[in-house]
T-cell receptor, first 115, second 116 residues
Framework: GAVVSQHPSRVICKSGTSVKIECRSL??????MFWYRQFPKKSLMLMAT?????????EQGVEKDKFLINHASLTLSTLTVTSAHPEDSSFYIC???????????FGDGTRLSIL | DAKTTQPPSMDCAEGRAANLPCNHS???????VYWYRQIHSQGPQYIIH?????ETNEMASLIITEDRKSSTLILPHATLRDTAVYYC??????WGSGGSNYKLTFGKGTLLTVNP
């Protein structure tokens, strides 16, 4: 149980395009979903927290207009990197949980490369 | 935020128990300790969590000291597939748009290498 699916697993695109990443909870209702970013040989950094039907809460230094998060249902959240540039290239990982005291379960990540 | 301190790396022989330490001396009374691991190029995998009592599941055991200032994750019989970065995290409660919630702040973790 507690499976989180992330799609796509890898994407390569040109600078200036927007990229959408999907995160789905397959066997539970995700009250809260989280988006992280990880640079090579670095640890995960939390970008934002989203609750179903509410606006996302962004961490300090994360541009909300750059990284658009939508959590329209209890099983799906999306992260859109708008007007992506090479410095946005990174490993993006989502996680999801249901009730307050349940652990977060992570997707397998999306490797984004902007040329 | 309660911070954690872990050794950057450890080695373990295959079949032996791996004991991964973590210091969290500033932990508050109601803060949980979580352990995750990350195998290269994958998302983190949940292992175990606890508050005060020792915990055990099919993956590992978590031993928390009585003063809660440190904990040890035990993999009883390490295999080559247990080679990964292990993160010890103290979860932080916050009040957001959806009400009470918590977030995990990942540190640098411990790279455990299981050797044949």
């Amino acid at each position: 149980g507690a499976v989180v699916s992330q799609h796509p697993s890898r994407v390569i695109c040109k600078s200036g395009t927007s990229v959408k990443i999907e995160c789905r909870s397959l066997d539970f209702q995700a009250t809260t979903m989280f988006w992280y970013r990880q640079f090579p040989k670095k640890s995960l950094m939390l970008m934002a927290t989203s609750n179903e039907g509410s606006k996302a809460t962004y961490e300090q230094g994360v541009e909300k207009d750059k990284f658009l998060i939508n959590h329209a249902s209890l099983t799906l959240s999306t992260l859109t990197v708008t007007s992506a540039h090479p410095e946005d290239s990174s490993f993006y990982i989502c996680s999801a949980k249901d009730t307050d005291n349940q652990p977060q379960h992570f997707g397998d990540g999306t490797r984004l490369s902007i040329l | 935020d309660a911070k954690t301190t872990q050794p950057p790396s450890m080695d373990c022989a295959e079949g032996r128990a791996a004991n991964l330490p973590c210091n969290h001396s500033t932990i508050s009374g109601n803060e949980y300790v979580y352990w995750y691991r990350q195998i290269h190029s994958q998302g983190p995998q949940y292992i175990i969590h606890g508050l005060k009592n020792n915990e055990t599941n099919e993956m590992a055991s978590l031993i928390i000291t009585e003063d809660r200032k440190s904990s040890t994750l035990i993999l009883p019989h390490a295999t080559l597939r247990d080679t990964a970065v292990y993160y010890c995290i103290v979860r932080v409660e916050f009040w957001g748009s959806g009400g009470s919630n918590y977030k995990l702040t990942f540190g640098k973790g411990t790279l455990l290498t299981v050797n044949p």
